[in-house]
T-cell receptor, first 113, second 113 residues
Framework: EAGVAQSPRYKIIEKRQSVAFWCNPI?????LYWYQQILGQGPKLLIQ????????DSQLPKDRFSAERLKGVDSTLKIQPAKLEDSAVYLC???????????FGPGTRLTVL | SQKIEQNSEALNIQEGKTATLTCNYT??????LQWYRQDPGRGPVFLLL?????KEKRKERLKVTFDTTLKQSLFHITASQPADSATYLC????????????FGTGTRLLVSP
């Protein structure tokens, strides 16, 4: 069974530039999550989708971050414009049911210069 | 405020010994708690889930306890091996309102041969 796929694995941009991350969850998983993990910290939930609807985006900085999950399958997370403090690993995860066992992708390491 | 606390200092132990990691929480009423392992450059991997009405859960060399009175979970690895070296994250799901997973900061375990 294929795991959660993410791309790119690494991205370096300058502040005020835009960036987009892509995630393909495990087939059949209705719940998809995007987390931000800053070095030395645990993952912080940015947004949670149930199929193609948003169920929680309370910690998403909506002035610069956006996410969508078209057709309830893969998802993109965008940052526009990026700030230095956005440097982190962005993890995508999926699960069969909300807050159940989560399967994580390898993450995208973003460096903002 | 709500907090999930794990020892931020790395735990160093000798191969063959039992490693014990602690997860303390405040101002939460968790429905259940999960433990994940994270290796450098990778996403977290699910290990165990324990519910509020369960005192203990085991899986091979792993054991998790959950004490809702002390507001604490302990994670044990018996007969530890160098391959167990990683960061271990606990995560809680509350029993009220919207169910989402909230992660602690993780504890790094180093097992020396």
């Amino acid at each position: 069974e294929a795991g959660v796929a993410q791309s790119p694995r690494y991205k370096i941009i300058e502040k005020r530039q835009s960036v987009a991350f892509w995630c393909n969850p495990i087939s059949g998983h209705a719940t998809l999550y995007w987390y931000q993990q800053i070095l030395g910290q645990g993952p912080k939930l940015l947004i949670q989708f149930q199929n193609n609807g948003v169920v929680d985006d309370s910690q998403l900085p909506k002035d610069r971050f956006s996410a969508e999950r078209l057709k309830g399958v893969d998802s993109t997370l965008k940052i526009q414009p990026a700030k230095l403090e956005d440097s982190a690993v962005y993890l995508c995860a999926s699960s069969l049911e909300p807050a159940g066992e989560q399967f994580f992708g390898p993450g995208t390491r973003l460096t903002v210069l | 405020s709500q907090k999930i606390e794990q020892n931020s200092e790395a735990l160093n132990i000798q191969e063959g010994k039992t490693a014990t990691l602690t997860c303390n929480y405040t101002n939460y009423s968790p429905a259940y708690l999960q433990w994940y392992r994270q290796d450098p450059g990778r996403g977290p991997v699910f290990l165990l889930l324990i519910r509020e009405n369960e005192k203990e859960k085991r899986k091979e060399r792993l054991k998790v306890t959950f004490d809702t009175t002390l507001k604490q979970s302990l994670f044990h690895i018996t007969a530890s091996q160098p391959a167990d070296s990683a960061t271990y994250l606990c995560a809680l799901v509350g029993n009220t309102g919207f169910q989402k997973l909230v992660f602690g900061t993780g504890t790094r375990l180093l097992v020396s041969p």
